[in-house]
């Protein structure tokens, strides 16, 4: 509703939430919440404890709540205020840093010989007994004064709630302590009271948090020497905890003592006041299962355990007579069991190769359900029927997407950690044990010839929130379709549109993509500049370095006004929304506008039609198409996903070149999208044709029989004997096909001729398929 209001509305909700804002002033409707309890699986629905609270609070109050977080964010990551390893809440980090980190650590313990300790706190009720007081000390030791933390303290103070079940109201209970549930601001204000704890760990001891999943770990050769440290890092946390108003819970808390020495050794004693922190021989830590010994073996077979049972909603959906078509039930696939074992995949595919595949099984029964193959179908045909990577490859295009992704971030702590050259030379002189992610990964950017690309970089506060640019483009061809029109009359329109900007100096910009080429041009007053990118570059990329390009020729001109012509409308309408989302070129290209705009030129932006005769828009593409010159530009991290997935594709496609002998292969020899029929019966019965394996065909496989024989040609029956080779057809052929000679292409391709049902239920083997 509130997206849909005019602009007067929106004008008058502006006004309230500066009057909010000015006169401290907080509405006391906003400070009430009603909170439905939904019990968590498999618990005791007579126990309260057992019961997740889900708050619901005013829809207004989160609009006021989500401008001032963004003003908040953007004060204590441009000030640095939040620590590097507090990864909860923040843009461009996920809890895959801290289990990457994690892994790397044990992985640098192992291969120096070394133990290594490792403790998972569980904070008890950590949002509802956060010490509100302690928020706004906090951000006053962060600097922040005036109005925001006045409203932080009006939005803290006098919560209030009411339990609803079915109809049913409860009294309303004042929330003295915490922050409050359902909130914008709550997360926020939880981490900057939070993450100081990480502050009083001594250097030897290595601790990283997400939001409230706090973990420290501690190296050594010697139990003695990390048991004393690691106590006296306990210490500290629960001196601080105490006093600002925490508890950890030594019950919940856990502790595992990662080696792969041989021979007994104590595991370490580490106490929470007078309780010793439970030694437990595996962990779950951020979703995934971390054993001693680093196997992944426990994770896997949890994780196959899960994925099996969700295969229960494809097997429902999948009926044969009103199932779901193939395209919805790997939407569903992907959505329910693929992102379970996505998710982590950068860090357990250190496992070895026995141990991952043993999720191979779960992979091939899914897509085996969603296409309705039967059941001796080969693997390789189900991956191209249903254009799904296998899962090493999956792996490996995540763990590149996950490491460019680290690399366009400078802020990430992952970049600090580097292996050393004296670590490097460890694992060459140990080849038997895991390298670290960081080193495993140049493996397979090596393969994949990606060691020269130069990731751009990202900046998510670029602009202050209050402050982000906006602009406007001319588009005089707003009324006409480029389709309909003329192009003579787009050309007198553009010839009009410069008689009226005729004192404007015009600049015209264009970028073109071929194969292994892409370049940019820019044209000004017969001037005409040309560069190169990389080939992996989209062509949006080479738009956007012709205008960078171009505002950097505007910016050593000495006169001030300037028309930068485009054919790019996504570029012009990216600028207009401009958000921290974006590509990280148009950022650039935004913040050159500020910089010029201050210093006095008037520049304007057209977006005008390509190819219709304007001159020179041809000459800036003749410029692009032209360009030899190479520009040392960094490839943002969207093409690189595109990139690097093309790549895994053609070497997809270049091990299907090789399974000469699948009978799928001559029907389907380039990967890709396959036409998908609505009715699920029909879809089933041409996926079995087409991968050649039918229950008339191979169903002596599962029963252990001999092989079914043509009478008349003595040889096992296959599709392709039947549809193409054998004699006794050939009059039903010519009758429905209207030949006898015919390709299994022709019958059972991309486009299946409209009689092979026909033909096939004339046969009697229809139902047998």
Same mark, same amino acid.
């Given at each position: 509703?509130?997206?849909?209001?005019?602009?007067?509305?929106?004008?008058?909700?502006?006004?309230?939430?500066?009057?909010?804002?000015?006169?401290?002033?907080?509405?006391?409707?906003?400070?009430?919440?009603?909170?439905?309890?939904?019990?968590?699986?498999?618990?005791?629905?007579?126990?309260?404890?057992?019961?997740?609270?889900?708050?619901?609070?005013?829809?207004?109050?989160?609009?006021?709540?989500?401008?001032?977080?963004?003003?908040?964010?953007?004060?204590?990551?441009?000030?640095?205020?939040?620590?590097?390893?507090?990864?909860?809440?923040?843009?461009?980090?996920?809890?895959?840093?801290?289990?990457?980190?994690?892994?790397?650590?044990?992985?640098?313990?192992?291969?120096?010989?070394?133990?290594?300790?490792?403790?998972?706190?569980?904070?008890?009720?950590?949002?509802?007994?956060?010490?509100?007081?302690?928020?706004?000390?906090?951000?006053?030791?962060?600097?922040?004064?005036?109005?925001?933390?006045? =409203?932080?303290?009006?939005? /803290?103070?006098? %919560?209030?709630?009411?339990?609803?079940?079915? !109809? @049913? +109201?409860?009294?309303?209970?004042?929330?003295?302590?915490?922050?409050?549930?359902?909130?914008?601001?709550?997360?926020?204000?939880?981490?900057?009271?939070?993450?100081?704890?990480?502050?009083?760990?001594?250097?030897?001891?290595?601790?990283?948090?997400?939001?409230?999943?706090?973990?420290?770990?501690?190296?050594?050769?010697?139990?003695?020497?990390?048991?004393?440290?690691?106590?006296?890092?306990?210490?500290?946390?629960?001196?601080?905890?105490?006093?600002?108003?925490?508890?950890?819970?030594?019950?919940?808390?856990?502790?595992?003592?990662?080696?792969?020495?041989?021979?007994?050794?104590?595991?370490?004693?580490?106490?929470?006041?007078?309780?010793?922190?439970?030694?437990?021989?595996?962990?779950?830590?951020?979703?995934?299962?971390?054993?001693?010994?680093?196997? =992944?073996?426990?994770?896997? /077979?949890?994780? %196959?355990?899960?994925?099996?049972?969700?295969? !229960? @909603? +494809?097997?429902?959906?999948?009926?044969?007579?009103?199932?779901?078509?193939?395209?919805?039930?790997?939407?569903?696939?992907?959505?329910?069991?693929?992102?379970?074992?996505?998710?982590?995949?950068?860090?357990?595919?250190?496992?070895?190769?026995?141990?991952?595949?043993?999720?191979?099984?779960?992979?091939?029964?899914?897509?085996?359900?969603?296409?309705?193959?039967?059941?001796?179908?080969?693997?390789?045909?189900?991956?191209?029927?249903?254009?799904?990577?296998?899962?090493?490859?999956?792996?490996?295009?995540?763990?590149?997407?996950?490491?460019?992704?680290?690399?366009?971030?400078?802020?990430?702590?992952?970049?600090?950690?580097?292996?050393?050259?004296?670590?490097?030379?460890?694992?060459?002189?140990?080849?038997?044990?895991?390298?670290?992610?960081?080193?495993?990964?140049?493996?397979?950017?090596?393969?994949?010839?990606?060691?020269?690309?130069?990731?751009?970089?990202?900046?998510?506060?670029?602009?202050?929130?209050?402050?982000?640019?906006?602009?406007?483009?001319?588009?005089?061809?707003?009324?006409?379709?480029?389709?309909?029109?003329?192009?003579?009359?787009?050309?007198?329109?553009?010839?009009?549109?410069?008689?009226?900007?005729?004192?404007?100096?015009?600049?015209?910009?264009?970028?073109?993509?071929?194969?292994?080429?892409?370049?940019?041009?820019?044209?000004?007053?017969?001037?005409?500049?040309?560069?190169?990118?990389?080939?992996?570059?989209?062509?949006?990329?080479?738009?956007?370095?012709?205008?960078?390009?171009?505002?950097?020729?505007?910016?050593?001109?000495?006169?001030?006004?300037?028309?930068?012509?485009?054919?790019?409308?996504?570029?012009?309408?990216?600028?207009?929304?401009?958000?921290?989302?974006?590509?990280?070129?148009?950022?650039?290209?935004?913040?050159?506008?500020?910089?010029?705009?201050?210093?006095?030129?008037?520049?304007?932006?057209?977006?005008?039609?390509?190819?219709?005769?304007?001159?020179?828009?041809?000459?800036?593409?003749?410029?692009?198409?032209?360009?030899?010159?190479?520009?040392?530009?960094?490839?943002?991290?969207?093409?690189?996903?595109?990139?690097?997935?093309?790549?895994?594709?053609?070497?997809?496609?270049?091990?299907?070149?090789?399974?000469?002998?699948?009978?799928?292969?001559?029907?389907?020899?380039?990967?890709?999208?396959?036409?998908?029929?609505?009715?699920?019966?029909?879809?089933?019965?041409?996926?079995?044709?087409?991968?050649?394996?039918?229950?008339?065909?191979?169903?002596?496989?599962?029963?252990?029989?001999?092989?079914?024989?043509?009478?008349?040609?003595?040889?096992?029956?296959?599709?392709?004997?039947?549809?193409?080779?054998?004699?006794?057809?050939?009059?039903?052929?010519?009758?429905?096909?209207?030949?006898?000679?015919?390709?299994?292409?022709?019958?059972?391709?991309?486009?299946?001729?409209?009689?092979?049902?026909?033909?096939?239920?004339?046969?009697?083997?229809?139902?047998?398929?």
């Amino acid at each position: 509703m509130l997206r849909h209001l005019s602009e007067d509305s929106l004008v008058s909700l502006l006004y309230l939430f500066n009057r909010i804002w000015r006169e401290h002033v907080f509405p006391s409707q906003w400070q009430e919440a009603i909170v439905i309890p939904i019990l968590k699986p498999g618990k005791d629905p007579k126990n309260p404890l057992h019961y997740r609270p889900i708050a619901l609070t005013s829809c207004l109050c989160k609009t006021l709540e989500r401008m001032v977080n963004a003003r908040l964010v953007y004060q204590l990551e441009k000030n640095q205020c939040i620590p590097p390893f507090q990864s909860g809440f923040r843009k461009g980090r996920s809890t895959v840093d801290y289990i990457l980190l994690l892994e790397s650590q044990i992985r640098s313990a192992f291969v120096r010989r070394n133990h290594l300790v490792s403790i998972f706190f569980d904070i008890e009720k950590a949002y509802d007994r956060t010490w509100r007081y302690g928020i706004l000390r906090t951000l006053y030791d962060y600097g922040l004064r005036g109005n925001l933390p006045v =409203f932080i303290k009006m939005f /803290l103070n006098f %919560r209030s709630f009411k339990v609803r079940v079915g !109809n @049913i +109201l409860s009294s309303s209970f004042i929330q003295f302590e915490g922050v409050p549930q359902g909130s914008i601001l709550s997360p926020t204000l939880f981490i900057c009271h939070l993450s100081p704890i990480l502050l009083k760990l001594q250097p030897s001891v290595h601790g990283s948090l997400y939001v409230d999943d706090l973990q420290i770990s501690c190296e050594g050769s010697s139990m003695r020497i990390i048991e004393r440290r690691l106590q006296t890092a306990v210490n500290n946390l629960v001196t601080w905890c105490d006093a600002n108003g925490h508890s950890i819970s030594p019950s919940k808390s856990s502790c595992v003592h990662f080696c792969r020495k041989r021979g007994l050794h104590p595991d370490p004693d580490i106490r929470i006041r007078n309780t010793s922190i439970p030694v437990v021989p595996d962990v779950r830590f951020l979703g995934v299962i971390f054993d001693r010994k680093l196997t =992944f073996l426990p994770h896997i /077979l949890y994780l %196959r355990r899960k994925c099996e049972k969700s295969l !229960n @909603i +494809l097997k429902v959906l999948s009926n044969t007579s009103w199932g779901a078509d193939r395209t919805s039930l790997l939407r569903v696939y992907q959505s329910v069991i693929l992102s379970r074992i996505d998710y982590g995949c950068v860090v357990y595919g250190s496992a070895y190769k026995t141990t991952l595949r043993k999720l191979d099984p779960v992979h091939h029964c899914a897509l085996r359900i969603c296409c309705g193959a039967f059941r001796t179908s080969p693997v390789q045909s189900l991956y191209v029927l249903c254009n799904q990577l296998p899962l090493a490859s999956r792996r490996l295009k995540l763990s590149l997407y996950y490491h460019f992704k680290m690399s366009s971030l400078p802020s990430h702590p992952l970049q600090t950690i580097n292996t050393s050259p004296s670590l490097r030379r460890l694992y060459s002189a140990r080849p038997s044990f895991i390298r670290p992610f960081s080193e495993r990964v140049k493996v397979f950017i090596e393969e994949l010839g990606l060691h020269d690309l130069d990731v751009q970089q990202r900046n998510f506060i670029k602009f202050p929130p209050w402050n982000v640019p906006r602009f406007l483009y001319h588009n005089p061809f707003a009324s006409y379709s480029k389709t309909t029109t003329c192009p003579i009359v787009l050309q007198r329109i553009f010839a009009f549109h410069r008689c009226q900007y005729e004192d404007y100096i015009p600049v015209y910009t264009d970028g073109s993509k071929g194969t292994g080429y892409v370049g940019c041009g820019v044209v000004s007053n017969d001037i005409r500049h040309s560069y190169r990118l990389d080939s992996s570059c989209s062509v949006y990329t080479a738009e956007a370095v012709a205008i960078y390009c171009a505002l950097k020729l505007v910016e050593t001109s000495s006169s001030r006004k300037f028309v930068v012509y485009t054919d790019s409308r996504s570029i012009l309408e990216t600028l207009v929304h401009l958000d921290d989302r974006i590509h990280p070129i148009v950022v650039e290209i935004a913040d050159v506008i500020c910089q010029l705009y201050s210093r006095g030129y008037d520049i304007k932006f057209c977006w005008i039609p390509s190819h219709v005769g304007i001159l020179g828009n041809e000459q800036a593409d003749s410029a692009a198409r032209s360009a030899t010159n190479p520009l040392q530009f960094a490839v943002p991290f969207q093409d690189l996903r595109r990139h690097i997935l093309n790549l895994i594709h053609q070497t997809w496609q270049e091990s299907w070149n090789l399974q000469i002998n699948n009978k799928l292969h001559s029907v389907k020899p380039i990967i890709g999208e396959w036409s998908v029929f609505p009715v699920r019966r029909a879809d089933v019965r041409l996926t079995r044709l087409r991968i050649g394996h039918t229950r008339f065909t191979h169903k002596h496989l599962l029963f252990g029989e001999d092989a079914p024989e043509c009478p008349s040609c003595h040889v096992p029956y296959s599709i392709h004997h039947i549809l193409i080779d054998c004699p006794v057809f050939d009059h039903h052929r010519r009758t429905f096909f209207h030949s006898s000679v015919l390709k299994l292409s022709d019958l059972v391709g991309e486009t299946p001729h409209h009689n092979l049902f026909a033909f096939l239920r004339h046969i009697g083997l229809l139902h047998h398929i």
